[in-house]
Nanobody, 121 residues
């Protein structure tokens, strides 16, 4: 079984930055990604890191967010800059058993409990 634990959420003013971390423990994993869910909305894809240097981003965060991965620590990071009030959501770390890219939440087998990110205007 795989356990994912996120950290780094919080309250920040618009234009500010936050860095999220997600540490994985347990069996080996493939793709690691970030999703988010705002109140009353569906969970949406934010960014993914398959392996090596391959990264994917939602259009809404391109140029502002950067995903990185440290395989020696089984950890994925999400550096969020130029934050906007519309980025306010619970941010979830997700991992899959293989490295196949997907923006669909149901394609990911493992999930963290989530961390709240709130951006004030």
């Amino acid at each position: 079984q795989v356990q994912l634990v996120e950290s780094g959420g919080g309250l920040v003013q618009a234009g500010g930055s936050l860095r999220l971390s997600c540490a994985a423990s347990g069996r080996s994993i493939g793709i690691m990604a970030w999703f988010r869910q705002a109140p009353g909305k569906e969970r949406e894809f934010v960014a993914a890191h398959t392996n090596g240097v391959t990264k994917y981003y939602a259009d809404s965060v391109k140029g502002r967010f950067t995903i990185s991965r440290d395989n020696t620590k089984n950890t994925v990071y999400l550096q969020m800059n130029s934050l906007k009030p519309e980025d306010t959501a619970v941010h979830y770390c997700a991992a899959g058993k293989n490295y196949k890219m997907s923006t669909t939440p149901s394609d990911y087998e493992y999930w963290g409990p989530g961390t709240q990110v709130t951006v004030s205007s």
